[in-house]
């Protein structure tokens, strides 16, 4: 039973471009959540989605930060227009549902904007 | 609000015993426990629900008093294993229609032989 897959684990972006982040959940996991962790710091939340919907997006950048879960497929976070402040590992987790479940985390993309 | 731990780091020896504190100033609705090395994913080692409940895992448990909206990690008799970086996450309605999981800033552990 595969764990929570993130990709690529380590991806180079220069100032303008486009970050695409993927994740794929355990199986048998309906909920995704993304956080964000800059060096030496805890993990901060930004992003709560389901199947098709996102549930709460309260700790995600207004501006250039999207995320998604399609129907099939991946979920996506996507930062367009990088900045050197967006350079941090991002880590997706997922779990079973949201009350009495522990939460799985991938191994991170970590994100270098040069 | 992030959760306060305390304290920041702390270093064992093996064999020693030591308590990981955790508190938040929201009504919380669960706590979990989380242990991250450096370089990799954190790892879930326990979640404790409103009720006051100890938990256990090997030799590490965890206690919530959810009065206090407080929450204690134990490791006994250390070992060489359990180095890493130890983080709280309390669990509270966000708000937005659902429960939010908002980390601590953690606690650097170290076990030295």
């Known amino acids: 039973n595969a764990g929570v897959m993130q990709n690529p684990r380590h991806l180079v972006r220069r100032r303008g471009q486009e970050a695409r982040l993927r994740c794929s959940p355990m199986k048998g996991h309906s909920h995704v959540y993304w956080y964000r962790q800059l060096p030496e710091e805890g993990l901060k939340f930004m992003v709560y989605l389901q199947k098709e919907n996102i549930i709460d997006e309260s700790g995600m950048p207004k501006e250039r930060f999207s995320a998604e879960f399609p129907k099939e497929g991946p979920s996506i976070l996507r930062i367009q227009q990088v900045v050197r402040g967006d350079s941090a590992a991002y880590f997706c987790?997922?779990?079973?549902?949201?009350?009495?479940?522990?939460?799985?985390f991938g191994s991170g993309t970590r994100l270098t904007v040069v | 609000q992030q959760p306060v731990q305390s304290p920041q780091a702390v270093i064992l020896r093996e064999g020693e015993d030591a308590v990981i504190n955790c508190s938040s100033s929201k009504a919380l609705y669960s706590v979990h426990w989380y242990r991250q090395k450096h370089g990799e994913a954190p790892v879930f080692l326990m979640i404790l629900l409103k009720g006051g409940e100890q938990k256990g895992h090997e030799k590490i448990s965890a206690s919530f008093n959810e009065k206090k909206q407080q929450s204690s990690l134990y490791l006994t008799a250390s070992q060489l294993s359990y180095s890493g970086t130890y983080f709280c996450?309390?669990?509270?309605?966000?708000?937005?229609?659902?429960?939010?999981?908002?980390f601590g800033k953690g606690t650097k552990l170290s076990v030295i032989p």
């Open positions: 996450g309390t669990v509270a309605y966000s708000g937005a229609g659902s429960y939010q999981l908002t």
């Open positions: 987790a997922s779990s079973p549902g949201q009350d009495v479940h522990g939460y799985t």
